[in-house]
């Protein structure tokens, strides 16, 4: 009889939590720094990042990124909103494909990068929404 090897599934394409909140500011050094000077935020150049753990996997470390840019910047376009919100997913492949099939905007390629894969949609109310599974 022969031997069945089970092969692992992909995980099931969705949100699983927010990975990073971005606004618009007119000065982001200066919100940066009142956001640290008022409320202990540890900034850097690119906003500040909270840790946490999942209740499911306490040993696996979420981050969620907290970014002003700068007003004007094209970053959230074609958005016109003052924000946009970094949704954390897994099998982002499978996620873009279904979006796709259900006729979601899908305005650009999975890009990958050292910490992870994203990808740019728009929701029913044209705001950007940024999609990133972590590596």
């Not at 022969?2 to 606004?23: C, M, N, Y």
């Not at 909103?81 to 997913?89: A, K, P, Q, T």
């Not at 259900?102 to 050292?114: F, K």
Request: zero cysteines.
């Amino acid at each position: 009889m022969e031997e069945q090897h089970d092969t692992p599934r992909p995980a099931a394409p969705k949100v699983t939590g927010i990975g990073g909140i971005f606004f618009f500011s007119d000065n982001p050094a200066a919100t940066r720094d009142w956001y640290a000077r008022h409320l202990g935020l540890e900034v850097n150049d690119y906003g500040a990042t909270f840790e946490s753990r999942s209740a499911e996997r306490p040993d696996e470390v979420q981050q969620l990124q907290w970014s002003p840019f700068q007003r004007g910047s094209d970053y959230f376009a074609p958005s016109t909103r003052e924000f946009m919100i970094n949704y954390r997913v897994q099998n982002l492949e499978g996620l873009v494909q279904q979006l796709r099939a259900n006729g979601v905007t899908v305005l650009d390629d999975i890009a990958a990068y050292d910490y992870g894969k994203f990808v740019h949609i728009l929701d029913a109310d044209g705001n950007k929404l940024e999609l990133w599974e972590p590596s």
